[in-house]
């Protein structure tokens, strides 16, 4: 899983898979859920995205697995 921050389009893109996505559902203004060909969701666009969640922290509570960090 991925978080990838935009601020020149103050977006958030929480990319769950490493599949391409072919179709896409706007859920709530400004909240798109991306899925592949299975159905299966791929990752979430979240559009004003500093006034929808919380940037400044990002708290991960036993996850099994490696994390990195990416500064950009």
């Known amino acids: 899983m ?3 921050y935009y ?3 103050d977006s958030l893109y ?12 706007e859920i709530s203004e400004g909240i ?11 990752g ?3 559009d004003n995205a500093s006034s929808k969640v919380k ?5 991960i509570n036993r996850l099994p ?6 500064m950009a």
């Open 2 to 4: 991925k978080l990838a």
């Open 7 to 9: 601020p020149e389009t």
């Open 14 to 25: 929480i990319d769950l898979s490493e599949k391409t996505s072919v179709e896409s559902t």
């Open 32 to 42: 798109v859920l991306d899925y592949d060909d299975e159905g299966k969701l791929v």
């Open 44 to 46: 979430i666009d979240i």
């Open 55 to 59: 940037l400044k922290e990002l708290i």
């Open 65 to 70: 697995s490696e994390i990195k960090k990416i």
